[in-house]
């Protein structure tokens, strides 16, 4: 009976005690059936995970992670510097893309004033020998026809704002073909560059209101591309850029 009554400590593979009499032996057969249903109830990559989760995490796995992210460090950075590179590059582009349009409205004649041709003759010398880079814009009028004395005046305007552009006016009567700029078509704007017509304008007045100004005449020239960029225009965003910087 002693020794039936006796039970026996041994340390198991963990270190544990286990009860070695009758019991104990059920006991521990109870707890070990338990122990494997829970564990074969995980599908193995659950077990897997619980596995990495549970042991403990290697010296090379904790420099390799680092290593990752100093290597993602370093590629942000680059990424970030080299869009800043860009930015720059794209600054400075602009920047000699503001001084060359400058350059360009500051090089060549300049005029700044409406001229007044007095004959056909000193029409078509204007024309032909002008350089061909200048844009020629001839008013055709007659003291009293509505809409041309209302444009002289906006075109003196205009010469002042873009110097680069040589502004003329006649009167219909002088060219030589009077016949053809009858009261009818009046005020009319011929547009020549480079020798050539590139533009005409017949009974232009009809394109504006009852009463028009300076604005209206340079927005509708605009329109048709026939205005030149101002230099105002031109420095103002040469500042903007250099004030982004």
């Known amino acids: 009976m002693e020794e039936a009554k006796r039970q026996s400590l041994e340390e198991d593979s963990e270190g544990q005690a286990t009860h070695t009499g009758p019991k104990g032996v059920i006991n521990d057969w109870r707890k070990f059936k338990l122990e494997s249903e829970d564990s074969n109830s995980f599908p193995p990559s659950k077990k897997e995970i619980l596995r990495q989760m549970s042991s403990p995490q290697s010296r090379e796995d904790k420099d390799s992670k680092e290593r990752f992210s100093r290597k993602m460090s370093v590629q942000e950075y680059e990424l970030i510097h080299r869009e800043k590179e860009d930015e720059n590059c794209l600054r400075k582009y602009r920047r000699q893309c503001m001084q060359d349009m400058h350059q360009k409205l500051s090089f060549g004649p300049r005029y700044g004033f ?63 073909a009077g016949d053809r700029f009858s009261s009818d078509v009046l005020p009319t704007l011929l547009v020549y560059k480079g020798g050539e017509l590139i533009s005409n304008f017949i009974s232009v007045a009809e394109q504006f209101a009852e009463e028009f100004f300076t604005g209206d005449v340079e927005s509708f020239l605009n329109e048709y591309g026939l205005l030149p960029e101002t230099e105002m225009h031109v420095l103002e965003q040469s500042n903007m850029e250099e004030d982004m910087e």
């Open 114 to 176: 409406v001229y007044e041709l007095e004959s056909g003759e000193q029409f078509l010398e204007t024309i032909e020998k002008e350089q061909k880079i200048i844009t020629i814009i001839v008013h055709i009028y007659e003291d009293g026809i509505k809409g041309c004395e209302a444009l002289n005046s906006s075109l003196i305007c205009l010469a002042a704002e873009y110097p680069t552009v040589k502004f003329c006016k006649i009167k219909a009567s002088n060219t030589g």
